[in-house]
């Protein structure tokens, strides 16, 4: 709770707890790493690691009494995403600020927590669908690849009817992470409102879905396959040609700074401030994500 107290003049506060309870609904990735504790700290402007690819010799076998070792190493692409900062400033009037408003308690608490909101809704754009930038030329902005631009080339699929999604093409696309060897075979399928209605017509008359699960507040539906459940999340901020099917094990969010409030010097008869969070999308491997695309 945003509490006029929690705001001092002379330091910043953490408000990394707050960000993951609220705006649920219209954030539901950055919502379901949060909740599933898949963040972590980096310490500079781009986050580097490394992918882990495990070797795919077919044939091991060897002799009795073999003294000829062959050796083998994990493949280990780098891969790297760039830091994007988010912010939105508040400034009241001392006026407006000491006024008491039935329900709202202090104005200034208030538009900091709904700040905060718009804040999450933007980061959820960008670890959606952003495009990478590194803020190199003007505006100077740094920009990090979303979501939908972090699938293995060999895990891409377009449809092969105009404007139409077909169940045997929801089943190829899970299938692509099976392929490359994922071991959970519980995925996360991120969907627009008309994808996710076309997909809910394949099987109206044919299927029910197995199940429905709460994941963090969000109504889920789960279609299983031979090749591991799907679970789509409905997202407004998702393209809307667009089936994006992911590991949420495979990714996180990296923070240099996590989101916080800091006090902005005051200018005449006012209050100001602003919250702030710098991070971007981690993703282990490109193997754990697939998209699917319609075709246009």
């Known amino acids: 709770m945003f509490k006029s107290n929690n705001l001092t003049a002379s330091e910043s506060i953490s408000l990394a707890k707050e960000i993951t309870k609220i705006g649920v609904q219209d954030t539901p990735l950055v919502s379901l790493l949060m909740s599933k504790g898949l963040t972590e700290k980096t310490n500079s402007t781009v986050h580097t690691w490394r992918e882990r690819s495990l070797d795919q010799t077919a044939d091991i076998s060897v002799p009795e009494g ?174 809307a040609d667009k089936l994006t099917v992911f590991d949420p094990n495979y990714l996180s969010l990296a923070f240099l700074r996590e989101a916080q409030f800091a006090p902005l010097a005051a200018i005449g008869d006012s209050v100001r401030g602003h919250v702030v969070a710098e991070g971007t999308l981690k993703v282990a491997s490109k193997k754990a994500v697939a998209v699917y695309t319609l075709k246009a």
């Open 66 to 239: 073999n003294e000829s070792v062959t050796f083998y190493q994990s493949g280990r692409a780098e891969l790297s995403n760039v830091l994007e900062i988010f912010q939105k400033g508040v400034s009241v009037s001392g006026t407006a600020n000491a006024i008491s408003v039935n329900g709202q308690g202090n104005i200034f608490s208030s538009e900091v927590a709904d700040r905060l909101i718009e804040l999450k809704v933007n980061m959820e754009k960008a670890v959606t669908k952003g495009v990478k930038n590194d803020g190199s030329a003007t505006p100077f902005i740094r920009k990090m690849q979303g979501l939908e631009g972090w699938a293995d080339p060999a895990n891409l699929i377009t449809g092969a009817t105009i404007g139409k999604i077909t169940e045997a093409e929801v089943k190829a696309t899970v299938k692509k992470l099976w392929d490359q060897g994922l071991p959970t075979g519980e995925y996360f399928g991120l969907v627009n409102a008309d994808m996710k209605e076309q997909i809910d017509a394949l099987y109206k008359d044919s299927y029910s879905y197995i199940a429905q699960q709460n994941v963090f507040g969000l109504v889920v539906d789960t279609i299983r396959t031979n090749y591991g459940n799907l679970n789509l999340i409905l997202s407004r901020h998702a393209s």
